[in-house]
């Protein structure tokens, strides 16, 4: 029995040295006169393609007292045009048999459709159309202000947990506004966007010189930026407000609080820790040891919490969590940390056995066998994701909108295969510290304690 052990521990270390290798993707990249900025990536292997439309406004830049905006207006431009009446973009995408969406994060919005390659123009078209006027009725604002709100009581205000990993611990542990406000919003703040807003806000940042358009799959590059530009190219370019300065320093001192569910069956903890943004060279080094802390059974935190101590029921987190990942913030940010904990124990207890963990980082480092498995899978996972058209195309216009450069997809692999031990160790001690730590024990309420068993 020890020799079949033995024997599968070597062709595990075996496996977690094995480097994961992909060619580069071909990437063309052009701008318009307006400034609108163009990247397309040809794959020939499925007649189908991916489009992406990133601007650059998100939550930090939502105005103040309208708290929510950015999302609500995100619904906005579903509604419809003069010329494409509400329900175009999806009898013309997903009558073709394909699909669309949009999403809200920090610093960018974007638009995604993936469809036959046959569909493409019109997609263009119909992205051309909106980013140029919107149907800016108040029966629109007020139907989607209602589903805002709706989304909001579903999965904030009548869900255990609330997503208060989230929101509440973004509160706790930053002090700008752009970095600390609920991104879904408050009912009173919504309640005050007026068309006016609407169309101040699109006027503002729904420009093509505040945009990155993105097409990966069946396509002639060529081609495709001679269709952007008959559809794009007359649209004007804006003046675009200056970005503030979001950046903060470390915290000093721990922040703590207490909070009550009242839809939770067990409790919870949420900690954050806060991080710089993608422009500090500890970065990549903070995705790695977050994987490495909070990423699957394998995981350091797993392995102590659930498997060893069994006080914990789950785990989960990571560099960004739950809104992105490395490459999606243009400013600071939290390795967070959010797991259910049993009942009848105190959560301070785990909380001290996470930073325990944390702390033997510091101390001793990890080993080059156990990085490079974490590394191996990252990049392997990483390389599936962008396989699909539909997420190339998004992060190649989420990276050239926030980093400048969508090589950055090729690049990011390389990016962390380089962290190496001393990295880990160095950035574990740096910011994983109780200083710089802010959490929150989320307690079962009274009335839900008195139905467990």
């Known amino acids: 029995m020890k020799k079949l052990l033995a024997s599968m521990t070597a062709i595990l270390l075996l496996g977690a040295l094995i480097t994961v290798t992909a060619a580069p993707l071909p990437i063309t990249t052009f701008q318009l006169d307006n400034g609108l900025t163009l990247v397309v990536s040809e794959d020939h292997s499925s007649p189908t393609v991916g489009v992406s439309i990133a601007y650059h406004v998100g939550f930090r830049l939502e105005p103040r007292g309208r708290t929510g905006f950015a999302h609500l207006f995100e619904h906005m431009m579903f509604e419809g045009t003069p010329n494409a009446p509400k329900g175009s973009f999806v009898k013309i995408i997903q009558g073709g048999g394909g699909s669309l969406n949009g999403s809200t994060r920090y610093d960018y919005t974007n638009y995604i459709s993936t469809a ?11 992205e051309a159309d909106r980013m140029r006027h919107l149907d800016f009725s108040k029966q629109n604002l007020d139907n989607q202000r209602n589903v805002v709100k709706e989304e909001i009581r579903v999965n904030v205000k009548n869900k255990p947990y609330g997503l208060f990993f989230w929101t509440d611990l973004a509160a706790l542990a930053f002090d700008k506004w752009e970095n600390a406000h609920d991104g879904y919003g408050s009912f009173v703040d919504l309640d005050k966007a007026s068309i006016e807003d609407v169309k101040h806000f699109h006027q503002t940042y729904y ?8 097409v990966a799959g069946d396509v002639d590059p060529q081609q495709v930026y001679q269709t952007v530009k008959k559809y794009f190219g007359t649209i004007p370019a804006a003046r675009i407000p200056s970005r503030p300065d979001v950046s903060e320093p470390l915290n ?5 609080r207490e909070e009550q569910d009242e839809h939770a069956s067990v409790p919870a903890i949420a900690i954050g820790w806060k991080m710089p943004g993608p422009d500090s060279p500890d970065y990549y080094p903070l995705a790695v040891l977050g994987e490495l802390l909070m990423s699957g059974d394998a995981s350091l935190l797993y392995q102590k919490l659930i498997k060893e101590k069994q006080t914990m029921l789950s785990i989960s987190g990571g560099l960004g969590w739950p809104l992105g990942d490395p490459l999606t913030f243009d400013g600071p940010t939290l390795m967070v940390a959010f797991g259910l904990y049993k009942p009848n124990h105190e959560a301070l207890e785990d909380v001290n056995s996470i930073q325990q963990v944390i702390d033997g980082i510091a101390r001793k480092g990890v080993s080059t066998e156990r990085l490079k498995a974490v590394q191996t899978k990252m990049v392997a996972d990483y390389y599936k994701s962008i396989a699909r058209n539909l997420q190339r195309a998004d992060y190649l216009a989420i990276t050239r909108l926030l980093h400048g450069n969508a090589d950055l997809v090729n690049r990011y692999p390389a990016l962390l295969e380089k962290v190496t031990p001393a990295d880990i160790q160095r950035v574990a001690a740096t910011y994983l510290t109780v200083n710089n730590r802010s959490w929150i024990d989320r307690k079962i309420a009274s009335h839900q304690q008195e139905k467990q068993p």
């Open 116 to 126: 036959p390659v046959s569909t493409l123009e019109p997609i263009l078209w119909l």
């Open 207 to 214: 420009a093509p010189n505040n945009a990155v358009l993105a």
């Open 252 to 256: 000093q001192k721990e922040r703590f």
